[in-house]
Each structure stands twice: as structure tokens, then as C-alpha cells.
């Protein structure tokens, strides 16, 4: 079983910052990859930012230089979205994802949603 817990979501005027926080918890044996996705209503859910176990990190173009991915020095298996100078078209339900493998014999893969936080940046 594996348990999201998500957070950070809020108001916040442009030019402004807020973070995100996306733990992950459970019988978990590797856990491969987080990403946090943004869906705009009425529009198809993207990805904004992800990380790999190895520290990789992938970025859409409209975020990069504003938002950082990073994980949790001590918990590593909790993940942060810190977003900066934020904009109106950052507004959306920002959702956690994360993939890997469960413990059991064999591990068997798992691909969980969170259950979504809202962002809002008045224009």
C-alpha cells in the first residue's frame, strides 16, 4: 500500500512564491520517480517538474528558472515544488505523482496519484 500526503497550495499574489509538498509513504521497495503535474480546467493535465531516485530533473519551458524541484535532504521520499515569481497562468490544481516498485516478492510496480492542491495567482 502507498499513501500520498500533499500540501502547500494556496492564494498568493504575482511575483509571489509558494512551496509544495508531496510525501510518500508505505511498503514502497524503490521508488523510481516524482513528478508534480498542473491541470487548468478544461484542459489535459501536464507535467510541470519531476525527479528520478538518481536526482535527475526535467522542467516544462514556461517554469524553468521560476520552480525547483528537490527532495528532502533527511526523508527521501518526500519531495518539494518550491515556485517562484509566480504568474497567473500558473493558476491550476497542482497533482503529486509518483512511480516505482512496492515491496513483495516480486516488487510490483505502482504509479500513484495525489489528490490534488490548488494554486491561485490573481491577475
Known amino acids: 500500500q502507498v499513501h500520498m500526503a500533499e500540501s502547500g497550495g494556496g492564494l498568493v499574489q504575482p511575483g509571489g512564491s509558494l512551496r509544495l509538498s508531496c510525501e510518500v509513504s508505505?511498503?514502497?521497495?524503490?521508488?523510481?520517480?516524482i513528478g508534480w503535474y498542473r491541470q487548468i480546467l478544461g484542459k489535459e493535465r501536464e507535467l510541470v517538474a519531476s525527479?528520478?531516485?538518481?536526482?535527475?530533473?526535467?522542467y516544462e519551458d514556461s517554469v524553468k528558472g521560476r520552480f525547483t524541484i528537490l527532495r528532502d535532504t533527511y526523508a527521501k521520499n518526500t519531495v518539494y515544488l518550491q515556485m517562484n515569481r509566480l504568474k497567473a497562468e500558473d493558476t491550476a490544481v497542482y497533482y503529486c505523482?509518483?512511480?516505482?516498485?512496492?515491496?513483495?516478492?516480486?516488487?510490483?510496480?505502482?504509479?500513484?496519484w495525489g489528490q490534488g492542491t490548488q494554486v491561485t495567482v490573481p491577475s
Open positions: 505523482n509518483a512511480r516505482g516498485y512496492t515491496e513483495g516478492s516480486p516488487p510490483r510496480v505502482f504509479d500513484y
Open positions: 508505505g511498503t514502497i521497495y524503490s521508488l523510481n520517480a
Open positions: 525527479i528520478t531516485s538518481g536526482g535527475s530533473t526535467n
